[in-house]
């Protein structure tokens, strides 16, 4: 558990430190909020939804900046591993599982954070929290989503030798998850085909979950979605240890 | 019991032998070099002792404990400057030194003393809490090699400790790295591309080209292999000067080389006239002619007749083939 925290309180540390990074990240969300939010509460009908369209999507912001910010802390340990400080690490005599573990955690965490900042601004904007069980319903989703996806990037990065593939990543896995996952639209409405996918998409748990945390409303079973998000987790913890298992510098 | 103890040690990528049947061992309390040019397979033997790279195939103990049995014993045991960098750039040298301490589970009073008496020691206390990243090369390097000795290890892998810093601090590392063997009894095993750095600071050198051990020896006796003073004669008649002088009595070896001819001698002060003498009364021309006390890197050409240089040229552009090979 001591290195796991050591690796997790240098993961806290980089993030605090590097401000621009972490008021970059908020630039996506804010802007999307507001385009979306603003743009299209007017003309969007949301049956049943009392805060409108804004209400709807802030879940979906919230889950969005969580997704980035993990996937984007896994990924960073080719940064490590570019920059020799990974050699440090692995050399040390301790298990590859617990640095994995302690770089997921840590990752998780910023993501959490991060999340956190965004529920805070939108507050100011108006959103109106369901109830405050209902407010750690959802961080514990978005704790969820921050493992499950931090260990994704690692298991990426485990087999990424540098930075150039990151753009190709983003491209072709992240904005599909992140599109796909009913974050700006209600699932419920979608065409037979595009619906089967979005409920193979991981991440829509995540969302329906935070939504009813916060909303009180959702179109998955909470519990469905917690079963499902919880067993992703598992799985990608598994496969990112193993993968990262097998890095060799 | 041995500090390091290498068996028929290989490894091999793909068909290209990086490390070629090695077999070594060094004492406790021993400063022992690699030197060779890049390419020749230190790194890649450090690698392996250090339990990040498993070997092909031949067996080695670091510390008494082996090193694909007893992994974790092994780490515990040694402490590593690598060749690259490896420290993290946004944290301060305080921090990098506690990420380390708290990874090798040094328990927190200890840890603390250890960090300040080890910041101390390579002069780096006053910046202790300035980011690495602000640090210069120098300071890194001083920063790193504290951090490897904060868990006390038996063994210190410094691999090209110095490479890429200017000579004054070279030299302040030189003396810490032999204070720290002297005061401390830390068994050292160093790799290094300059001859001047092994010849300083090993007790034994192990010459290494091209995955091979070639020689291995007291620096002393590696340079009296080549028989005392080396006279190098540059001339564009060599083959003729060759044999002119080759028959000379007091000569211990004389070797042709590409641009030159080498020497091997006692006093070759007293020599270089009846050398001279012959040349012109053969009407041969020489072009310049030095004599100096043998450095290893006349020992490197003369146990494989090339110049450190001359093989450095080549093994990098083997080395980028390999890599563009591998990367197909």
């Given at each position: 558990m001591d290195i796991v925290y050591t690796i997790w309180l240098r993961s806290v540390k980089r993030y605090i430190r590097s401000k621009s990074r972490l008021i970059g990240s908020l630039g996506m969300p804010l802007f999307l909020f507001l385009v979306l939010g603003f743009g299209l509460n007017s003309v969007v009908v949301m049956p049943g939804m009392e805060q409108g369209y804004i209400g709807f999507i802030m879940p979906g912001i919230i889950s969005m900046s969580v997704l980035f910010t993990s996937v984007f802390a896994g990924i960073q340990i080719i940064w490590d591993k570019q920059f020799g400080f990974l050699k440090e690490t692995l050399v040390a005599p301790v298990s590859r599982f617990e640095i994995m573990l302690g770089q997921t955690v840590g990752g998780a965490t910023t993501a959490v954070i991060q999340g956190l900042i965004i529920l805070g601004l939108s507050l100011f904007m108006g959103l109106e929290i369901n109830n405050i069980p209902g407010f750690f319903v959802a961080i514990i989703f978005m704790t969820l989503i921050g493992l499950a996806f931090t260990a994704f990037g690692i298991a990426i990065a485990s087999r990424m030798e540098d930075m150039h593939g990151f753009q190709l990543i983003m491209n072709f896995v992240i904005f599909p998850i992140f599109g796909l996952s009913g974050a700006l639209f209600p699932i419920d409405s979608l065409p037979e085909w595009i619906r089967s996918l979005t409920l193979l998409d991981p991440l829509t748990y995540g969302v329906e979950g935070i939504r009813y945390g916060l909303?009180?409303?959702?179109?998955?079973?909470p519990a469905v979605s917690f079963g499902v998000l919880s067993g992703f987790t598992i799985l990608m913890v598994i496969v990112g240890s193993y993968l990262f298992r097998k890095i060799s510098i | 019991m041995y500090a390091i103890e290498v068996e028929n040690l290989v490894r091999k990528f793909g068909d290209f032998t990086a490390v070629d049947n090695l077999s070594f061992s060094i004492k406790k309390g021993e400063v022992f070099g690699l030197l060779g040019p890049n390419g020749a397979g230190k790194t890649t033997t450090m690698s392996m002792l250090s339990t990040m790279l498993p070997p092909s195939s031949g067996k080695a103990s670091v510390n008494g404990f082996d090193i694909l049995k007893d992994q974790d014993n092994v780490r515990k045991s040694i402490g590593i400057v690598f060749q690259d960098q490896s420290l993290d750039e946004e944290l301060t040298a305080y921090e990098n030194m506690d990420f380390h301490g708290r990874l090798y589970r040094i328990p927190k009073s200890t840890r603390q003393k250890k960090i300040t008496e080890l910041l101390k020691l390579v002069e780096l206390y006053d910046k202790k809490d300035n980011l690495v990243k602000t640090y210069s090369g120098g300071m890194r390097r001083r920063l790193e090699i504290a951090r490897g000795l904060m868990h006390e290890p038996q063994v210190l892998f410094l691999d090209e400790p110095t490479l890429g810093l200017d000579p004054q601090t070279r030299n302040h590392l030189w003396d810490y790295i032999d204070k720290l063997n002297k005061e401390k009894g830390i068994s050292i095993i160093l790799t290094t591309h300059y001859m001047d750095e092994a010849d300083k600071l090993c007790h034994r050198i192990a010459i290494i080209d091209k995955g091979k051990i070639i020689a291995l020896d007291t620096s002393e006796n590696l340079k009296n292999d080549i028989g005392g003073d080396v006279i190098t004669i540059i001339s564009p008649e060599r083959d003729d000067l060759y044999s002119a002088i080759r028959s000379m009595p007091d000569i211990k070896n004389i070797e042709l080389h590409d641009s030159s001819i080498t020497i091997g001698i006692q006093n070759a002060e007293k020599h270089v006239a009846h050398i001279v003498n012959i040349a012109s009364a053969n009407n041969i021309e020489i072009k310049s002619l030095s004599i100096n006390k043998p450095t290893l890197e006349d020992v490197f050409l003369h146990f494989t007749g090339r110049t450190i240089r001359e093989e450095e040229a080549n093994s990098k552009d083997k080395m980028r083939m390999i890599r563009k090979a591998g990367r197909r």
């Open positions: 909303l009180g409303t959702s179109q998955i079973n | -």
